[in-house]
């Protein structure tokens, strides 16, 4: 029985230091967010779930509205914070980081960090019990760019780094799975 998971990379929303939690999309990310709704308003038979972070969450929400469903919230469905939530980052320290994270799962930065391996141990048991409770149905999450991808990454290393550094905000992936096994995985629509 096939099981299908959709992952849905959050829209546009402007960095805000030391707001993780509650940054809200722009008005751009917002136009997208109804996009989101249009692509997978046909999808029959959904649930919808997503991260507690507002710009995950305002990303889905136009389709569970349109749907009449509501969003239940998992904190371990989180973004995962390379380097501590309260410390800036340069750019491109952050994107050496996250690289050097899918070469060495063990790796993370000092000071709060959290490895690809770390985020994998606390997402994928939601993972699996989506699919487990879920069987034959259609689920659809609402998520991030390094988290997603670390979750793809549990079932298929191919999902690493050049494929986060390939997304788009925001993002479709269709996840196929046939008794917890990813069968395919088929990208539903890049943003831009």
């Not at 009449?68 to 994107?95: A, D, M, Q």
Request: proline share 3%; charged share 25%.
């Amino acid at each position: 029985m096939k099981t299908t998971l959709i992952m849905v990379r959050h829209a546009e929303s402007p960095y805000i230091f030391g707001k993780e939690r509650s940054r809200e999309l722009s008005a751009k990310g917002k136009e997208a967010a109804n996009k989101v709704k249009e692509i997978l308003a046909e999808h029959k038979n959904i649930s919808i779930v997503s991260s507690p972070y507002t710009r995950a969450v305002q990303t889905v929400q136009p389709l569970a509205e349109w749907k009449g469903l509501s969003i239940t919230e998992y904190e371990e469905l989180r973004e995962r914070p390379i380097k501590g939530l309260n410390y800036k980052l340069e750019e491109r320290e952050l994107v050496k980081a996250i690289q050097q994270s899918f070469v060495d799962k063990n790796f993370c930065l000092e000071g709060g960090g959290e490895s690809t391996a770390e985020a994998q141990s606390r997402a994928i048991p939601v993972i699996h019990q989506l699919l487990k409770d879920h069987q034959g149905k259609t689920v659809v999450i609402g998520t991030y760019g390094n988290i997603m991808t670390i979750m793809m990454n549990y079932f298929d290393e191919k999902f690493g780094f050049d494929f986060w550094h390939r997304t788009s905000k925001p993002d479709i992936y269709e996840l196929s799975f046939f008794q917890n096994n990813l069968v395919r995985i088929q990208r539903l629509w890049q943003h831009g």
